[in-house]
């Protein structure tokens, strides 16, 4: 696809000539997006798409442009290229990641972790415990299947001490957060990876540099507000959660002879948790450190993320599955229903690609581009900011970050920026994509309803915790950006 952007005549570019003609495009095409997403109630994929289409076609894109054509032709379809470009990528390793996720959560190893920790740190810091649970198992898992696993031990931790469950609701909280929105398999840095092109061993790891200090700052605020805020466990919510639990992990051994209900080793865990990340770390900065060879193409070959994810599952799938007895049916069943959840995900993501493309063939990128570097902003401060705005306006984090990243690529493409800069702006995406999460944001009620928070305790909890992860993790990688 020839993504430099062409003369056009026709559009609304035609009626306001020029970069102003663009920037109004753009800035309609994000006003008509909020509304059809906030007002309109229109799914996100639905709007993303309606969006790119008339924002191509206003900025004076043909019809054969945007959609190809039926005969055969050199003629390229934009939506096309749009869409598979990012999910050649980030489809399988969402996938790879999704069943990953399921086989550690249908296994018991999240108790295991969580009982491990809890023992070690006793129940003065159980609070800890809960944290380090969630920045852990919340690595393979999304955001609201790892509140559904652990909330039980939450109920049980806070049931115990008698203390408010906001002491370890809030840190468990705080590590998935950080985990979903900063790091790998995780939907929004992978499909920003795809978008910026960065390697995904430099995404790990700026990732982690961001989020730790943010996941700290935000357990601090974590003990200092549920010192201050008494909220009971929700007896009839935790029978409740408990009861689907084990409906779900029975689903997912039906029609098999049950498994011997061994307990999970935690250092299995870690180490089907930590063998991806490790694989790589090690094939990203093999291709810096060392020389063309049989060693280096071998660790550029399991460290690519396919490949690591693939060994990691399959990892899972004989320590976890077959060891303890469960059969190949059984593994089956659970894998599949796994990915269940995500097309949704995939789509949005897709969508994005799609608002991508149409801005760089349209012209409207470069057009930004020139504007925020008039501006005289660093580009990290103003990806944070935009993304924060396209997060508070809509609430969802995944639709903020695929809008934020086709908007700002551009103006990284015009630089000369390191990989280590670009994760950096990624983890700045990330980042604003989690500020201030509220009543249009779907895991403000979940948090809500599974730990039986009011709704104006809520915003002053969560809320203000997500705040305290975003505007950590934008210090931090604002910090960080200014030595690379």
């Given amino acids: 696809m020839n993504t430099e952007p062409v003369p056009h005549t026709g559009g609304l570019i035609a009626l306001i000539p020029g970069t102003a003609g663009l ?16 007002k309109a109630r229109l799914q996100p994929f639905v709007a993303l798409l309606a969006v790119s289409i008339a924002v191509a076609l206003a900025a004076g894109l043909s019809v054969t442009e945007l959609f ?5 032709s050199t003629a390229t379809s934009l939506i096309e290229t749009g869409m598979g470009g990012i999910l050649g990528h980030v489809a399988i390793i969402i996938g790879l990641g999704t069943m990953l996720g399921a086989i550690l959560e249908i296994s018991g190893g999240a108790e295991a972790l969580a009982g491990r920790l809890l023992g070690a740190f006793g129940e003065r810091r159980a609070p800890l415990a809960m944290g380090l649970t969630g920045l852990v198992f919340g690595i393979p898992v999304f955001f609201d299947v790892g509140i559904f696993v652990l909330a039980p031990l939450v109920y049980a931790a806070a049931k115990r001490s008698g203390k408010s469950i906001l002491l370890y609701c809030l840190p468990l909280l705080a590590g998935l957060s950080m985990t979903h929105a900063f790091l790998p398999p995780h939907p929004g840095p992978v499909a920003a990876a795809a978008v910026f092109r960065v390697d995904l061993g430099w995404v790990v790891l700026m990732g982690v540099v961001c989020g730790l ?5 935000a357990w601090a605020f974590s003990a200092w507000i549920g010192r201050r805020i008494f909220v009971p466990v929700p007896q009839d919510m935790a029978d409740a959660v408990e009861e689907a639990r084990q409906a779900v992990r029975g689903e997912g051994r039906e029609g098999d002879d049950a498994p011997r209900q061994e307990p999970v080793s935690v250092g299995v865990v870690l180490a089907i948790i930590g063998t991806p990340l490790v694989l790589i770390l090690l094939a990203t900065f093999s291709s810096v450190t060392m020389d063309e060879g049989t060693a280096r193409s071998l660790l550029t070959f399991f460290g690519h993320p396919f490949v690591a994810l693939t060994l990691a599952l399959f990892l899972a799938y004989w320590l976890l599955g077959i060891r303890r007895g469960w059969s190949r049916r059984s593994l089956e069943a659970v894998s599949t229903a796994s990915l269940k959840p995500i097309g949704n995900i995939l789509l949005v993501v897709g969508a994005g690609g799609v608002f991508g493309a149409v801005l760089k063939a349209s012209g409207i990128a470069d057009a930004l581009a020139k504007a925020f570097g008039d501006a005289g902003l660093p580009v990290i401060l103003l990806a944070w900011l935009l993304s924060v705005a396209l997060r508070v306006a809509q609430g969802s984090a995944t639709v903020a970050i695929v809008t934020t990243a086709g908007i700002v690529q551009p103006v990284l493409a015009s630089g000369h920026f390191s990989q280590a800069h670009l994760a950096l702006v990624i983890c700045a995406i990330s980042a604003g994509s989690i500020f201030a999460s509220h009543v249009n944001d779907g895991g403000f009620w979940m ?9 104006r305790d809520t915003l002053r909890t969560w809320t203000v915790l997500e705040s305290v992860l975003s505007v950590a993790g934008f210090a931090v990688a604002g910090a960080v950006s200014l030595a690379v």
Avoid: D, M, N, W
């Avoid at 920037?23 to 906030?38: S, W």
């Avoid at 948090?447 to 709704?455: D, L, M, Q, T």
């Fill in 23 to 38: 920037l109004t495009v753009a800035v309609l095409g994000i006003v008509l997006l909020l509304f059809l997403i906030i």
């Fill in 68 to 72: 190809g054509t039926v005969q055969r």
């Fill in 213 to 217: 200090p943010a996941v700290l700052a």
């Fill in 447 to 455: 948090v809500a309803k599974y730990f039986g928070i009011s709704e």
